[in-house]
């Protein structure tokens, strides 16, 4: 079983739509949880970065964390066609901060 | 401009050659790092580097060689015994105790 689980997808919304994506983990020595979009080709960049459990907004990006549940959400509010690339998680623990497990990535499109 | 840069982005590989992917930073990070990513599998550790002269395997050091002389240059090789060398390789760095990477744009090695 991989350390974090994340449905690749692809998940595809209306432009407009709130875009849910979620990850599972079972260490739960992770402490640190990221969010990467990363368009075809292209390397990963970082959306979001949280320590430990509770939410973070940054526009219309929304990360929650939820450690009793080892349950991680991303949520992108009013969905633009621009959206439309991989989301990958991406956890590591206190005494190994730099290793990152990350997910599969889930593909998502936005349709116009 | 900071940031990683890799090269060359296209590789072209004869079964039984070895080939050498660049990793520059000018970020002044501590920390560098390769990741291979296949097709619906995320991204997996090759070897990561925290100091200048040393490096630890990852979870898929086998058939791959790195080297850390300077704080900013990180080189791959991927050997004759990687079996499977085909993928998209990704090279990133974090400055020491933020576990938020920064990625270069890939390089993507196809044997043929």
């Known amino acids: 079983q991989k350390e974090v689980e994340q449905d690749p997808g692809p998940l595809s919304v209306p432009e407009g739509a709130i875009v849910s994506l979620n990850c599972t983990y079972s260490?739960?020595?992770?402490?640190?949880f990221m969010w990467y979009r990363q368009y075809s080709r292209k390397g990963p960049e970082l959306l979001m970065y949280?320590?430990?459990?509770g939410n973070k907004e940054d526009g219309r990006f929304t990360a929650q964390v939820d450690k009793s549940s080892k349950y991680i959400s991303l949520f992108i509010r009013d969905s633009q066609p621009s959206d439309s690339a991989t989301y990958l998680c991406?956890?590591?623990?206190?005494?190994?901060?730099?290793?990152?497990?990350f997910g599969a990535g889930t593909q998502v499109v936005v349709t116009p | 401009d900071g940031g990683i840069t890799q090269s060359p982005k296209y590789l072209f590989r004869k079964e039984g050659q070895n080939v050498t992917l660049s990793c520059e930073q000018n970020?002044?990070?501590?920390?560098m790092y390769w990741y291979r990513q296949d097709p619906g599998q995320g991204l997996r550790l090759i070897y990561y580097?925290?100091?200048?002269?040393?490096?630890q395997k990852g979870d898929i050091a086998e058939g791959y060689s790195v080297s850390r002389e300077k704080k900013e240059s990180f080189p791959l090789t991927v050997t004759s015994a990687q079996k499977n060398p085909t993928a998209f390789y990704l090279c990133?760095?974090?400055?020491?105790?933020?576990?938020?990477?920064?990625f270069g744009q890939g390089t993507r090695l196809t044997v043929v």
């Open positions: 991406a956890m590591s623990a206190a005494d190994s901060w730099g290793k990152l497990q």
């Open positions: 260490n739960s020595a992770f402490q640190y």
């Open positions: 949280t320590y430990s459990s």
């Open positions: 970020l002044n990070h501590d920390a």
């Open positions: 580097s925290q100091i200048v002269n040393d490096f």
């Open positions: 990133a760095s974090i400055k020491t105790g933020v576990p938020e990477a920064f």
